[in-house]
């Protein structure tokens, strides 16, 4: 019954195919990306949550 | 990138203004945070109850809001919703402001938001209980209440996206695009998930039908474990373990990686909730390619976590706020991988149904999220209160009550589970069934749920002390409702534009929603193009036919009590199904199911092809007292059926209801579908006089066996006579 439905569905075989083929791509994108980043805009951006302007120490209270 | 904060921003894009002083809202955190707390020791409690009711049946009997049935949606509701759903805003409310350097846009907003979650909770702990449900699950609430979750969401995501707008650091630190992805995508999730047409003020019926319903649903589900249990936990990860830890995350681009890649195959995952069913076969493959490519980023990110910690794990020693977060990171990396073996439909077929799925759901739930949880409350409550934690051997003491907890939670489940399915699938060697009565399976797994409930006691008594911990904490020191902080407006873009294309991106919170709500849409669209022409294709079962009107009575009781949480209607084409319960299910079978009930856990046994196996008289008795039947059973009774009237006022508006949406009930047939009802229980009724058993025909109970003697009957009868109520010309536009 599986098959009456695939087969009844015109092309579907294109579907797994375009899904794989995304997501290689967007994959690859984003791997050229991150490769791309320079180490002092990724120091800068890992630093981010050190920097909230309250000048408070960060290890105050849980010790 | 070893070194620890504070650096003079290495990567800075140009000479920041004069510093801005302003105040971060810790008033709406504090109240997300009394709530994560409070709804969180009810959502254990209720889980408790449901735990102790599989070993103790006869806890708390007989009374209809606090049976089994209706219990387990208000307990998933609770853990889901109200405890995680307030913890992630916990986690946004305070991390969002100091990623942002700024307030939360609207105080206004943030006021809506809280109080009208938490009034969607009130109203969820009503209802669920009343018995008012769409049965599916985690998406149970009904439609009024599906609205205001929307308005609420809404209100959520502008609150959010105005905090970003507003915000006085150029780049979106990585848990903010978490955050905004778990916005956007739950939005879109709930929305299409929740169509469904209304009947009164309490009731209506999905849009969608049988096979249809069943992917709309479990992709719903699924994502809502992505995008509701794991990416806005990811995003506190990825703040709270450097806070705590005092060094930047193991690897920024790791991060950014796992990001588009998680959210980006997340979403077609959906189907491997549905192996073995009458989903077509393509979309089941789909889902466990998908699924096992997830492995990928969960583990990325899991690395990501602890490796953060190298070289501080002295600190782990000391802290308990880190040592839930890295047994919580962790479960969250087992429960990944966990997850895809489990979408293997050699192990699905073993592991599906059975208490392997709860054992795996609760490494994810207690372990992961609610030791993310608390390891924020740790971290945030002394914060806000200018003060230490009161005692760090109490968190402890929580650490590894909770963490023994999860395990002599888990374990047993594990156990149970292989168990049970082993016990399903064995055969004798003359080829029968080696148990072919379904209970010798569950009393096997008694002595396994009595540990489950003491794991789940050892965890909730860890919770307590916890709040306690907490309680004592705030009562020492003094809240600080508005943190003060400086910082320098937002400075003007580079004229030159020599910025990278994705730290652009990450400066553009509004473009940025937009490509992760296209990378979400992608999978949804690709999934569904084809099975929505599906509906078309779906093979034409001449011999199906509309439920009779009683029967669609009988569905909605037996959707009122929960009973698909407990049973399935779906018989796999597996070789000790077929042998068990009959000829397996066929999508065309449920074409007129709205919703589908399917179900996805076999406490009890498959109840697809259970119509005509047992006389009347045997439901009649059965569903008063089980252990009458079938002694030793742990099914609860339900002897107020019994005594309850059937209410009739909805008869025609479900049938007109159902007609809209694609039931194919002849013109006008709503006038006539009161007397059908009537008739068909009076020959019920009287079947069941005549053997000695005195039933008043307009009693619930009646309703209830009609659709029971229903179930799976349509593939067996000739067309010609199928589903034909007592009298009538009802249901003759059948078919397609």
Redesign the interface.
């Known amino acids: ?6 087969q ?2 015109v092309g ?1 075989q294109v ?2 195919v ?3 083929v ?2 290689v791509l ?2 690859a994108v ?2 050229v ?24 120490p ?6 | ?1 070893t ?5 003079p ?4 894009l140009s000479v920041p203004g004069p ?1 801005e002083t302003f105040h ?1 809202d810790n008033a709406s955190v504090r109240l997300f945070a009394i709530a994560t707390a409070a709804w969180g020791i009810v959502a254990f409690l209720v889980g408790l109850i449901v735990a102790f009711k599989l070993v103790f049946p006869e806890l708390l009997p007989n009374i209809p809001y606090l049976s089994y049935g209706r219990l387990r949606p208000l307990h998933t509701n609770a853990a889901i919703f109200a405890f995680a759903g307030n913890a992630i805003f916990v986690g946004v409310y305070y ?1 969002l402001q ?2 942002c ?1 700024a307030r939360m846009f609207s105080d206004r907003l943030s006021a809506i938001h809280f109080w009208g979650w938490q009034l969607i909770i009130v109203l969820a702990a009503l209802t669920l209980p009343l018995g008012f449900t769409t049965s599916k699950e985690y998406a149970e609430l009904e439609w009024p209440i599906d609205i205001l979750v929307t308005g609420v969401w809404v209100v959520f995501g502008w609150n959010m996206i105005g905090t970003v707008l507003r915000r ?2 150029r ?1 979106m ?3 903010i695009w978490f955050y905004l992805a778990t916005f956007v995508t739950i939005a879109l999730l709930h929305v299409v998930n929740s169509l469904e047409l209304p009947v009164g003020m309490l009731k209506s019926y999905s849009m969608y039908a049988g096979v249809q319903d069943a992917l709309v649903q479990w992709w719903y589900a699924h994502n809502a474990v992505a995008f509701f249990l794991t990416t806005p936990f990811l995003g506190a990860m990825y ?1 709270f373990i ?3 830890a ?1 060094r ?2 193991f690897s ?3 991060s ?2 796992h990001f ?2 998680l959210i ?2 997340y979403i ?1 995952a959906g189907p491997h909730h549905l192996l073995y069913t009458a989903l ?3 979309a089941q ?2 889902g466990t ?2 699924s096992i ?1 997830l492995i990928a980023p969960s583990w990325g990110g899991m690395v990501n976590g602890l490796l953060t910690l190298r070289g501080a794990w002295d600190r782990v020693r ?4 880190l040592k839930f977060m890295v047994v919580g990171v962790t479960a969250y990396g087992m429960a990944t991988f966990e997850g895809p073996m489990l979408s293997l439909k050699n192990v699905n077929a073993l592991t599906h149904y059975t208490d392997y799925i709860i054992g795996h759901v609760h490494l994810g739930a207690l372990a992961w999220n609610g030791g993310l949880s608390f390891a924020m409350l ?2 945030i409550i ?2 806000i209160y200018g ?3 009161y005692s ?1 051997r109490l968190a402890n003491v929580h650490f590894w009550l909770a963490t023994l907890g999860v395990l002599f939670y888990a374990i047993p489940m594990y156990v149970g589970g292989i168990t049970q399915s082993l016990m399903w699938q064995e055969f004798t060697p003359q080829g029968g069934l080696r148990y072919p009565n379904f209970l010798e399976t569950v009393v096997r797994l008694r002595p396994m749920y009595a540990l489950r409930a003491a794991g789940g006691s050892l965890f909730m008594l860890g919770a307590l002390v916890g709040v306690y911990n907490l309680y004592r904490t705030a009562r020492s020191g003094v809240f600080i409702p508005g ?5 320098p407006a937002l400075e003007p873009r580079r004229p030159d534009g020599r910025e ?4 652009v991106l990450e400066s553009r919170p509004v473009q940025f929603s937009v490509l992760t709500f296209l ?1 979400i849409l ?2 949804g669209v ?1 999934e569904f ?2 099975t929505a ?2 509906r078309s ?3 034409t079962i001449a011999s199906v036919q509309p439920y009779t009107p009683l029967e669609i009575e009988g569905r909605d009781l037996y959707i009122r009590e929960g009973c698909v949480g407990c049973h399935s209607q779906m018989v796999r084409p597996l070789r000790a199904e077929t042998a068990r319960y009959g000829d397996y299910s ?3 079978e449920f074409v007129y199911d709205h919703p589908f009930l399917w179900g996805s856990k076999r406490t009890g046994p498959d109840l697809h092809r259970v119509g005509g196996k047992y006389p009347d008289s045997w439901h009649f008795i059965h569903m008063k007292d089980p252990t009458a039947t079938s002694p030793r059973s742990i099914m609860p009774g339900y002897p107020w059926m019994y005594d309850t009237a059937l209410d009739t006022s909805h008869v025609e508006g479900k049938i007109i209801t159902l007609r809209r949406l694609g039931v194919p009930y002849p013109a006008g047939y709503e006038r006539q579908a009161l007397t059908d009802l009537r008739a068909q229980a009076a020959t019920i009724a009287g079947g069941l006089a005549r053997g000695g058993q005195a039933a008043s025909a307009d009693r619930e109970i009646v309703a209830l066996i009609a659709y029971l003697q229903r179930l799976g009957t349509d593939l067996t009868r000739p067309p010609a006579q199928a589903a034909q109520p007592a009298t009538g010309p009802s249901a003759t536009g059948g078919g397609q």
Not at chain 2, 3 to 7: F, G, S, V
Not at chain 2, 9 to 12: D, S
């Open positions: 019954m599986h098959k009456e439905i695939l009844s569905i579907v579907f797994p375009i899904s794989l995304l997501f967007v994959f984003v791997l990306m991150v490769s791309r980043m320079s180490r002092a805009a990724v120091e800068r951006l890992s630093g981010l949550p050190f920097d909230d302007g309250a000048g408070s960060d290890d105050r209270g849980e010790r | 990138m070194t620890a904060h504070a650096e921003a290495p990567g800075a510093a971060y991390s100091r990623l350097k006085r650091e780049h630190y990585v848990s703040y450097p806070k705590a005092n930047p995350v920024y681009r790791l950014v990686v588009w890649s980006f195959l077609w077509p076969d393509w493959s789909l390619v998908f490519m000391e802290s308990a706020v740790y971290y002394p914060r003060t230490r934690l760090e943190e003060e902080a400086h910082a990278g294309w994705h730290r990378s992608i999978g690709v193009v084809p022409l599906v294709n779906v093979p066929k999508a065309g």
